[in-house]
């Protein structure tokens, strides 16, 4: 029996999980971490049986324990609540598919604690790679990809014995906006953004994806995980979304992975590696495809891709900072209170008012990304 901790298992990542959880019967979930979704997680308790979940809000949190006090399970709160969830001796591996710089600590912790970690959470690497890194090369865990490009990179890699890689090829799917020019983007609403045309996922995450600021994270992140330079990560749009990304090798031979836009397939190879299981639902018809495109990136139109490798390069606290903007941005726009363009507008606001720290420490990312927040704050009252 393989036993797991959710965080985050509310949202679209974690709900996916426990849909793997349901298709397998030598998975248990021992713990589960949740923002502020009550009537989900309760849901969730009386379905799994988890030993302690938490919330992040004290208030919710109470009012949880008044729900399921007829469950034997513990209801904690807070950042003392994730981290105990994640480190509980009991879990084997742990899947941080929270939203934002939250993510950080938990995932420390369970590094430390000796868990092996199913990463779905962007953040960490990009702002804290050069913390994470040395922590799981230390603690000697495992840290899998469940991103669906980078657990495409990571099966493309498996076997190659770390033969010289050439080049990563990142695809994307180009988002609801693929073709547009940056004077189509000024009028675009909130329902016009959300509309992906290929994958389920949260509301922030889907914004991301169609400013292509998503892919941006996920370059920063393959650096870290695969050991490559900003030179050797190339994007390449792919809009039916069957190529999931590929790795060029030094002889040029390619290989890629593909499969649907189906969330569950990185997830399930996250949680049972090296061991592929079967998994319902539907598989590539190449004779209705009939075909696959290749298109590059527009990176005046969508300058977040474009500032992401800039960060990248500079390193530092630089990342931090266009993460923790577009959050802000991004929070901004689900709120109907920017217009489209100010998300990229505020992102490089906010980099440019930056004071920038080479190394930064876990308290400096934290504090960064509140300095962030007020600073654009001030800026755009």
């Excluded at 600590?105 to 430390?112: N, S």
């Amino acid at each position: 029996m393989k036993k797991i901790a959710i965080l985050g298992s509310t949202g679209s990542i974690g709900t996916q999980t426990l849909d793997v959880v349901r298709n397998n019967q030598d998975l248990e979930v021992i713990s589960l971490v949740a923002g502020s979704n009550i009537e989900k997680l309760e849901e969730q308790i009386r379905e799994f049986h988890p030993k302690v979940v938490a919330l992040w809000n004290d208030k919710s949190a109470q009012e949880l324990k008044q729900r399921v006090k007829d469950i034997p399970v513990e209801v904690l709160s807070g950042m003392d609540g994730m981290i105990s969830c994640a480190t509980l001796s009991d879990v084997k591996i742990v899947v941080t598919a929270v939203v934002g710089m939250i993510g950080i600590l938990p995932t420390v912790e369970a590094i430390k604690a000796g868990k092996d970690i199913a990463l779905a959470n962007k953040e960490t690497l990009v702002t804290a790679g050069h913390i994470i890194m040395p922590l799981v090369e230390k603690y000697k865990v495992a840290l899998l990809p469940v991103d669906s490009e980078h657990s495409a990179i990571f099966q493309a890699l498996n076997g190659e014995n770390n033969n010289k890689i050439s080049r990563i090829l990142l695809t994307a799917s180009g988002g609801p906006f693929r073709g547009k020019k940056k004077k189509d983007l000024e009028n675009i609403q909130l329902e016009d953004a959300l509309k992906h045309p290929n994958w389920s996922m949260g509301r922030k995450i889907t914004i991301d994806s169609s400013t292509m600021v998503n892919k941006g994270l996920e370059v920063i992140e393959a650096k870290w995980l695969f050991h490559v330079d900003f030179e050797q990560i190339e994007v390449v749009i792919q809009p039916q979304s069957v190529i999931h990304s590929m790795v060029e090798f030094a002889d040029g031979g390619i290989i890629a992975q593909l499969g649907t836009p189906d969330m569950r397939l990185p997830i399930q190879y996250a949680l049972y590696y090296p061991e592929r299981r079967p998994l319902p639902g539907d598989r590539v018809d190449f004779y209705q495809l009939s075909q696959l495109t290749f298109e590059k990136p527009d990176l005046e139109t969508f300058k977040g891709l474009k500032l992401a490798y800039q960060v990248g390069k500079t390193g530092g606290s630089m990342p931090t900072v266009y993460n923790a903007a577009n959050e802000y941005a991004v929070a901004k726009f689900l709120k109907r209170e920017i217009k489209y363009p100010e998300i990229i507008e505020m992102i490089s606001c906010a980099l440019d008012a930056h004071q920038y720290i080479s190394n930064p420490s876990v308290q400096d990312i934290l504090e960064i990304e509140q300095e962030t927040y007020r600073n654009l704050q001030e800026k755009w009252k």
